[in-house]
């Protein structure tokens, strides 16, 4: 078990948009309160039509932060997993409305932006990501992919501004056990430290982790000197980059020297998703009529059958309940002897009748 969570982020400007004139849509942050840790990251999307990105990712990083610090138990308590993606995005919305109200916007779609997130409490651990970017998780043995980037084939990716957003969300209850830390990035830094085609994690990325081990303050200096050194100063046209860990202090670390730094390329196949749907839909076609068919057969019959009538027992044949039997004899007790009390004072008065009858 760790013996304590440090964390920490740093978020810089890309060659690209400082040749362009245009500002850094990346946004992190990195949050300790009410016993939650929380580092959240997310990349404003790129394009004229999305001209305030850079206010929705700043907004998501802070929104969530907040919500997962101020309702973690809640949240992952909470055993329907699609409530929980729909409660984020749906928060992200009513803040976003505010955005949209104060700058005069037109749609929420110019807020666009991915988000990765993930908190920890006690021994508890929350992931959320959507869209590109990447979440690797550094345990003893070495790094691996958490969550992976978000894309299809044409390079577009998902956003949490889009219709059905939650549907879209990874997110991952789990546990931090055999954890040494936690790296999440935008795309700016992915793109640097990850092998998408052989899904390899460089070995880099514990060594950034590692430097957490001083604390915060040296944790976040050194990821802003290799960021900008390395990552956004290699090229003249690097994009925005976020990066934040989540250290666990007290915890093995793997020999980054020992890691693989090149790996093969992972299977391909022809075989898709969209394939796979289509080949199902006339197999589904037919057997949503014959289970609409079973229903309605089911409901006639039920109407046709009227319930049995349970004839009603001859009153002759009635017996009474032990309780009704006994108070009916002892009515019948008290009866008789009035019957005979009175029967007896009639004899009385006979018999002096009788006699006074005689004496006259």
């Known amino acids: 078990m760790y013996s304590g969570i440090t964390v920490g982020c740093f978020t ?9 004139g245009t500002p ?3 946004a992190s942050c990195a949050l300790s309160r009410n016993g939650v840790s929380v580092v959240c990251i997310a990349d404003g999307a790129g394009g004229k039509q999305y001209t305030d990105a850079r206010f929705g990712s700043q907004c998501a990083v802070d929104t969530i932060a907040s919500v997962l610090c101020d309702h973690f138990d809640a949240l992952y308590s909470e055993h329907r997993e699609a409530a929980v993606r729909g409660y984020l995005m749906a928060k992200l919305r009513v803040e976003f ?3 949209m109200d104060e700058r005069d916007l037109d749609v929420i779609d110019r807020l666009s932006c991915t988000l990765l997130f993930a908190a920890v409490k006690d021994r508890r651990l929350m992931i959320g990501h959507i869209g590109d970017g990447l ?11 958490f969550t992976m980037p978000q894309n299809d084939k044409a390079g577009k ?3 949490v501004t889009a219709a059905h957003a939650d549907n879209y969300m990874r997110f991952i209850k789990t546990t931090v056990d055999d954890c040494h830390a936690i ?3 935008t795309d700016g830094v992915q793109d640097s430290v990850y092998n998408e085609e052989a899904g390899l994690v460089k070995p880099v990325v514990v060594k950034l982790a590692e430097t957490f081990s001083e604390g915060r303050e040296a944790g976040e200096a050194a990821l802003k000197e290799t960021v900008e050194k ?6 003249n046209v690097s994009d925005d980059a976020s990066i934040g860990i989540m250290y666990f202090e007290g915890t093995g670390a793997p020999d980054a020297g020992a890691l693989e730094s090149s790996a093969d390329k992972l299977g391909d196949s022809d075989d ?3 394939d796979l749907s289509l080949q199902l839909k006339p197999e589904l076609v037919k057997a949503q009529e014959i289970i609409t068919k079973t229903k309605a057969e089911t409901a006639e019959e039920k109407t046709e059958e009227k319930p049995e009538e349970t004839p009603a027992e001859p009153v002759a044949t009635q017996q009474p309940a032990p309780a009704a039997e006994e108070q009916g004899k002892k009515s019948v007790s008290k009866l008789s002897i009035a019957v005979f009390c009175i029967g007896l004072l009639l004899a009385i008065a006979g018999t002096v009748m009788f006699i006074l009858s005689r004496a006259g």
């Open 12 to 20: 810089t400007i890309g060659n690209k948009h400082v040749s362009r």
């Open 157 to 159: 990716t998902f956003f």
């Open 272 to 274: 898709s998703f969209k």
């Open 183 to 185: 790296a999440l990035m």
């Open 135 to 145: 979440i690797a998780r550094i345990s003893p043995s070495g790094v691996s992919p």
């Open 24 to 26: 850094c849509e990346d």
């Open 97 to 99: 409305s505010k955005i």
């Open 230 to 235: 390395y990552i956004v100063g290699g090229s």
